[in-house]
C-alpha cells in the first residue's frame, strides 16, 4: 500500500463458488479520486464493487479504507455508498423521504435531519420536487434521487455501478456533468463502472482498464486514449488496426511485412481507423464497405493484412465500393504496444 493510498484493495480474489471472477487484485485509489472501472461485460467490474461494499464475502487479500483493514467489516459499518444500473427507490416515499430514510435508520431526526435531507436535494438540483414520488419523476430525476440518498449518508467512498446505461444518450451526457460536479463539490471519493469508454474518458481521473478478472492498464484519460499498453485496450479504445510484430516487420495473416520508418521493438502496433494514409504507401486495399459519419468517411478495406479501417475527410473525393487504393500503416504514428494477446 502506498502513503497516499485512502482505498486499497490488496490481492483482491473474489469467486461464486469454485469459479474465480476477480484474481490478486492491487489497486491503490487517493481521497477525493473519481475512478473509472472501464471493461466489457463480464470482466469483473460489479463483482469488485460488491467486496469493497462488503456484499460479497473476500475470498483473499484485503480491502482498506482509511487507514482502517474494512475486509470482514458489515456492509452498514464501512462508510461505502452504493448507487446501482436499477436504482431501487421506495416507490411509496416522496424524494424527500427516500432521501431522509437512511440517515433516519442511523437516528438523526428533527432539525439536523432537515438540514441535510434539503441540502442532499438541492445538490441534485431538485428542490422543487421534494414532495414528488418517484413515479412522477422522470429517469434521470430517479437517478439524482438515487445519488442524492448515497450522499447525505456522507460515505468514505461512493460506489456507482453503471448508473447511466438506463438512460437515453442526452440525459446521460447532462448527469455524467452533473456526476462529475457533484464529486468535486463535495471532494467524495467516487469509483464509477462503466463499458463505455466515452464515458470513462469523459469522468475519470484515472481510469482501471479490467480484463477477464485482472487489471489490464491504469492510466489517465489521455495515457489509456493515446497510449494503450496492449493489443486489448488499444482495441477497447478504438485503434481498430491492431498488428503483432516479429522481428521489426508486421505480422499477419501468417506473412510478415515490412513497415515505412523506424520501427519501435515492441510486442505489436495499433492504428486507429484516421491514423490509415491512404491513396499512398506500399500496401493495396480494395474498398468494401463505406459510410459517411458527418465530419468524416469511413472505409473497410479489404487487404493482404487482413480487413483494415480507415478514415478520410469528408469533404475529401469519396472512394468508391471495388476501387483499388494504395495505403500506408505509418510506423511513426502507431501506438507502441508493450504486450499482445
Ligand atoms: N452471482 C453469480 N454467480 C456466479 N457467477 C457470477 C455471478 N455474478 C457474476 N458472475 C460471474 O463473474 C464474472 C464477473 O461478473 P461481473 O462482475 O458481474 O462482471 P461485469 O460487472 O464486469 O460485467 C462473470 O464471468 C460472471 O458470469
Ligand atoms: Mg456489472
Same mark, same amino acid.
Given at each position: 500500500?502506498?502513503?497516499?493510498?485512502?482505498?486499497?484493495?490488496?490481492?483482491?480474489?473474489?469467486?461464486? !463458488?469454485?469459479?474465480?471472477?476477480?484474481?490478486?487484485?492491487?489497486?491503490?485509489?487517493?481521497?477525493?479520486?473519481?475512478?473509472?472501472?472501464?471493461?466489457?461485460?463480464?470482466?469483473?467490474?460489479?463483482?469488485?464493487?460488491?467486496?469493497?461494499?462488503?456484499?460479497?464475502?473476500?475470498?483473499?487479500?484485503?480491502?482498506?479504507?482509511?487507514?482502517? $483493514?474494512?475486509?470482514?467489516?458489515?456492509?452498514?459499518?464501512?462508510?461505502?455508498?452504493?448507487?446501482?444500473?436499477?436504482?431501487?427507490?421506495?416507490?411509496?416515499?416522496?424524494?424527500?423521504?427516500?432521501?431522509?430514510?437512511?440517515?433516519?435508520?442511523?437516528?438523526?431526526?428533527?432539525? $439536523?435531519?432537515?438540514?441535510?435531507?434539503?441540502?442532499?436535494?438541492?445538490?441534485?438540483?431538485?428542490?422543487?420536487?421534494?414532495?414528488?414520488?418517484?413515479?412522477?419523476?422522470?429517469?434521470?430525476?430517479?437517478?439524482?434521487?438515487?445519488?442524492?440518498?448515497?450522499?447525505?449518508?456522507?460515505?468514505?467512498?461512493?460506489?456507482?455501478?453503471?448508473?447511466?446505461?438506463?438512460?437515453?444518450?442526452?440525459?446521460?451526457?447532462?448527469?455524467?456533468?452533473?456526476?462529475?460536479?457533484?464529486?468535486?463539490?463535495?471532494?467524495?471519493?467516487?469509483?464509477?463502472?462503466?463499458?463505455?469508454?466515452?464515458?470513462?474518458?469523459?469522468?475519470?481521473?484515472?481510469?482501471?482498464?479490467?480484463?477477464?478478472?485482472?487489471?489490464?492498464?491504469? !492510466?489517465?484519460?489521455?495515457?489509456?486514449?493515446?497510449?494503450?499498453?496492449?493489443?486489448?485496450?488499444?482495441?477497447?479504445?478504438?485503434?481498430?488496426?491492431?498488428?503483432?510484430?516479429?522481428?521489426?516487420?508486421?505480422?499477419?495473416?501468417?506473412?510478415?511485412?515490412?513497415?515505412?520508418?523506424?520501427?519501435?521493438?515492441?510486442?505489436?502496433?495499433?492504428?486507429?481507423?484516421?491514423?490509415?494514409?491512404?491513396?499512398?504507401?506500399?500496401?493495396?486495399?480494395?474498398?468494401?464497405?463505406?459510410?459517411?459519419?458527418?465530419?468524416?468517411?469511413?472505409?473497410?478495406?479489404?487487404?493482404?493484412?487482413?480487413?483494415?479501417?480507415?478514415?478520410?475527410?469528408?469533404?475529401?473525393?469519396?472512394?468508391?465500393?471495388?476501387?483499388?487504393?494504395?495505403? $500506408?500503416?505509418?510506423?511513426?504514428?502507431?501506438?507502441?504496444?508493450?504486450?499482445?494477446?
Amino acid at each position: 500500500m502506498s502513503d497516499q493510498s485512502y482505498l486499497s484493495l490488496e490481492k483482491l480474489t473474489l469467486a461464486y !463458488g469454485d469459479t474465480v471472477a476477480v484474481a490478486d487484485l492491487d489497486l491503490d485509489i487517493r481521497r477525493g479520486e473519481l475512478i473509472a472501472l472501464l471493461g466489457p461485460s463480464g470482466c469483473g467490474k460489479t463483482t469488485t464493487m460488491r467486496a469493497i461494499a462488503g456484499l460479497l464475502p473476500v475470498k483473499s487479500g484485503r480491502v482498506r479504507l482509511d487507514g482502517a $483493514d474494512i475486509t470482514h467489516v458489515s456492509p452498514n459499518k464501512r462508510a461505502v455508498g452504493l448507487v446501482f444500473q436499477s436504482y431501487a427507490l421506495f416507490p411509496h416515499l416522496s424524494v424527500y423521504e427516500n432521501v431522509a430514510f437512511g440517515l433516519r435508520l442511523k437516528g438523526m431526526r428533527g432539525a $439536523d435531519l432537515d438540514a441535510r435531507v434539503q441540502q442532499g436535494i438541492t445538490s441534485v438540483g431538485l428542490s422543487n420536487f421534494a414532495n414528488r414520488r418517484p413515479a412522477e419523476l422522470s429517469g434521470g430525476q430517479q437517478q439524482r434521487v438515487a445519488l442524492a440518498r448515497s450522499m447525505v449518508m456522507e460515505p468514505k467512498v461512493l460506489l456507482l455501478d453503471e448508473p447511466l446505461s438506463n438512460l437515453d444518450a442526452r440525459l446521460r451526457l447532462e448527469m455524467r456533468t452533473e456526476l462529475q460536479r457533484v464529486q468535486k463539490e463535495t471532494g467524495v471519493t467516487m469509483i464509477f463502472v462503466t463499458h463505455d469508454q466515452a464515458e470513462a474518458l469523459a469522468l475519470a481521473d484515472r481510469i482501471v482498464v479490467m480484463k477477464r478478472g485482472a487489471i489490464e492498464q491504469i !492510466g489517465s484519460p489521455q495515457d489509456i486514449y493515446n497510449r494503450p499498453q496492449s493489443s486489448f485496450v488499444a482495441d477497447f479504445v478504438g485503434f481498430e488496426n491492431v498488428f503483432a510484430l516479429e522481428g521489426g516487420k508486421l505480422k499477419a495473416n501468417g506473412h510478415l511485412y515490412d513497415l515505412q520508418g523506424d520501427v519501435p521493438s515492441v510486442a505489436g502496433l495499433a492504428w486507429r481507423p484516421r491514423m490509415v494514409a491512404l491513396g499512398e504507401g506500399p500496401f493495396r486495399g480494395t474498398v468494401r464497405g463505406t459510410s459517411f459519419a458527418g465530419d468524416r468517411r469511413e472505409y473497410l478495406l479489404d487487404t493482404p493484412l487482413g480487413p483494415i479501417k480507415a478514415e478520410d475527410d469528408a469533404s475529401a473525393p469519396v472512394h468508391e465500393l471495388g476501387t483499388e487504393l494504395a495505403f $500506408d500503416l505509418p510506423a511513426r504514428k502507431a501506438a507502441p504496444l508493450a504486450s499482445f494477446a
